[in-house]
Every structure is written in structure tokens, then in C-alpha cells.
């Protein structure tokens, strides 16, 4: 699996903790791949507006790396 984020496409194979792996059917047991999705971390946190909380710092980084590779969030 490539450690880049499948929304905002981040690249974080130098931060993986700022990766997360989504079920997009919410069913954690269910781990086949079309059910998976590699998130970042904001965009994991959007996905579950409710009860994910992203760091601060977390959040920050993930900005920094989105402005190193030429990315820009929507
Ligand atoms: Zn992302
Ligand atoms: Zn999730």
C-alpha cells in the first residue's frame, strides 16, 4: 500500500502516523481492499466530523507537506 492519501493525495511515507486506513462501509472487520481507503489524517477527520479529533500539531504538519509537494486542499 502507498502511503499517500487517496483525497488530498499528500505523499506521507515521512510521517506514516499521519496516515490512516477508513472503512467506507464502517464495518472495522472488513478489511478487503475495496472497502479500504488511505486517509490523511484532515481528511479522515472529515470524513467523521463527529467524534474524530485531529491533533493540532498534526494538523499543521499535514498542511507544511501539502504546501512542500504542490498541493492545495480544496
Ligand atoms: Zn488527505
Ligand atoms: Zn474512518
Known amino acids: 500500500m502507498q502511503y499517500r492519501c487517496e483525497d488530498c493525495r499528500v505523499d506521507c511515507n515521512q510521517a506514516k502516523h499521519l496516515l490512516d486506513v477508513h472503512h ?3 464495518v472495522t472487520m472488513d478489511n478487503r481492499r475495496s472497502n479500504l481507503r488511505a486517509l490523511c489524517k484532515t481528511c479522515h477527520a ?15 504538519k499535514l498542511q ?3 504546501a512542500a509537494q504542490g498541493l492545495v486542499r480544496p
Open 24 to 26: 467506507q462501509n464502517s
Open 46 to 60: 472529515a470524513r467523521h466530523p463527529n467524534w474524530y479529533e485531529i491533533d493540532a500539531q498534526d494538523r499543521q
Open 64 to 66: 507544511q507537506m501539502r
